[in-house]
T-cell receptor
């Protein structure tokens, strides 16, 4: 069964304290893995797409990496405005659906 | 600007009433999706459509209905048969190419009163 698990559920960081969010997945074959940022009461905002193990992508303080079983979203020197819920999704090789994790709620304290 | 527009942002439903959530996209995307988001749960798929005049049930389709008469539009009706409709509803779209990114609208809040 295709499945996505994100950890931790919640994370509190001091401003400037770097950390990583984890997204573990089980799919028959991976078409793509996607990271999103979601602010309260808003739709998810696209961050990154990763397609194959070893791939990395960066945007400002965020860096996403991918292995055959998991993806990490690394946050370097976070700022309070990085506070949000970060969602991970996968699209398996079979079918046209996307499977989402429950997200990691990140709070960055000034 | 290109994007996905959901309306209304907030909607209240009385018991026994059907309500319709609108979703319009101008991204020329073939596929459109409706998800429901509840606190502490991941996005759950209600319905999706790959082409005009065709759609498939997702994991929680009971009590919902959709139509896809135009490529740009994919409205969702929450019927009175949906017993627990209070939730945040998200519309999304993507191209038909495998692995392409799925993009989201800003969401609609539905509350039963």
């Amino acid at each position: 069964e295709d499945q996505v698990t994100q950890s931790p559920e919640a994370l509190r960081l001091q401003e400037g304290e770097s950390s990583s969010l984890n997204c573990s997945y089980t799919v028959s074959g991976l078409r793509g893995l996607f990271w999103y940022r979601q602010d309260p009461g808003k739709g998810p905002e696209f961050l990154f797409t990763l397609y194959s193990a070893g791939e990395e992508k960066e945007k400002e303080r965020l860096k996403a990496t991918l292995t055959k079983k998991e993806s990490f979203l690394h946050i370097t020197a976070p700022k309070p405005e990085d506070s949000a819920t970060y969602l991970c999704a996968v699209q398996p090789n079979t079918g046209n659906q996307f499977y989402f994790g429950t997200g990691t709620s990140l709070t960055v304290i000034p | 600007d290109g994007g996905i527009t959901q309306s209304p942002k907030y909607l209240f439903r009385k018991e026994g009433q059907n309500v319709t959530l609108s979703c319009e996209q101008n991204l020329n995307h073939d596929a459109m999706y409706w998800y429901r988001q509840d606190p502490g749960q991941g996005l759950r798929l209600i319905y999706y459509s790959q082409i005009v005049n065709d759609f498939q049930k997702g994991d929680i389709a009971e009590g919902y209905s959709v139509s896809r008469e135009k490529k740009e539009s994919f409205p969702l009706t929450v019927t009175s048969a949906q017993k627990n409709p209070t939730a945040f509803y998200l519309c999304a779209s993507t191209t038909s190419s495998p692995g392409n990114t799925i993009y989201f609208g800003e969401g609609s809040w539905l509350t039963v009163v």
